[in-house]
């Protein structure tokens, strides 16, 4: 197995590195096609944790695997909500416009400065919505930047508190996202992202910390249950949008950078299915 995620990792960065190459700084209008498959690739290490960070989870499945984990990605520096700001410019950097932070739903990349609560600016998005599980901003779940990502303030509004799921109609703006009343869909290209963001939130909170145990469970509408689905297709958006290198070197800006934690679920996207 290490071999051949050896070998697809370094194929991964070999292809990344002939896209970089031909790219040009995009503008604050930049397509989701130019801002997010792209990572830089001079900080992003290709470094086999199983023998150290993981070492403790290998082997595992099932609830086994799931509270060895809990365990391992439990011991973490915790930011404070106004931090989360500055770190935002760091893990979601255009590789292409040092500048600027690429949005996630959107895919658009925006200036770093633009930050805030007007219009045009982008915010702090929680992808798993801080009132399922009522933890709002606070230092833990509210702060955890492995599911906290720049996103326009109105496509932030649009997906408000909404659970995952396929359909729905075009979100202005959204880069290809759909929207209906109780669910929201992230474009093709951070599909997986999201659905990983979603799986290491109900590994790392278990309802110790103070904090709800958050689930991920098989509907939608959950309200402000500690619960977000659908499980089913989440688990698909795994399976067809696997990490790339702007996920993983994000997963490892956290880690060296922030809060020295990683998301399992990018490192070993196979988890998901040994978990649920």
């Known amino acids: 197995m290490l071999a051949i995620r050896t070998r697809r990792r370094k194929a991964a960065t070999l292809a990344t590195a002939a896209v970089l190459a031909s790219l040009a700084a995009p503008s604050l209008t930049a397509s989701p096609a130019t801002a997010t498959t792209t990572a830089n690739t001079t900080t992003t290490t290709s470094t086999d944790y199983d023998a150290t960070y993981y070492k403790d989870a290998i082997g595992k499945t099932g609830t086994s695997l799931k509270s060895s984990l809990h365990t391992i990605i439990s011991d973490q520096t915790k930011l404070s909500y106004s931090a989360v700001w500055d770190a935002l410019k760091a893990t979601d950097e255009d590789p292409a416009n040092t500048a600027n932070v690429i ?50 303030v109105r496509i932030n509004s649009v997906r408000g508190n909404k659970d995952f799921d396929d359909g729905g109609s075009a979100v202005g703006e959204g880069g290809g996202s759909l929207t209906d009343s109780d669910s929201f869909e992230p474009r093709d290209a951070v599909k ?45 958006w795994n399976d067809e949008d696997p990490p790339d290198a702007f996920e993983e070197h994000r997963n490892q800006v956290v880690y060296d950078d922030y809060q020295h934690n990683r998301n399992p679920f ?11």
């Open 103 to 152: 949005l996630l739903y959107s895919g658009v990349s925006r200036g770093k400065s633009l930050n805030g609560g007007d219009t045009g600016d982008w915010n702090r998005e929680h992808v798993w919505a801080k009132s399922h599980g009522d933890f709002g901003t606070a230092t833990g779940p509210g702060t955890d930047l492995h599911h906290l990502r720049p996103e326009d």
């Open 266 to 276: 990018i490192d070993h996207p196979e988890w998901v299915e040994s978990i649920w």
């Open 192 to 236: 997986g992202d999201v659905a990983r963001m979603i799986f290491y939130m109900a590994v790392r909170y278990e309802g110790g910390d103070g904090f709800a145990d958050l689930e991920v469970n098989g509907q939608v509408d959950n309200g402000s249950n500690p619960y977000i689905g659908k499980l089913s297709v989440l688990k698909a």
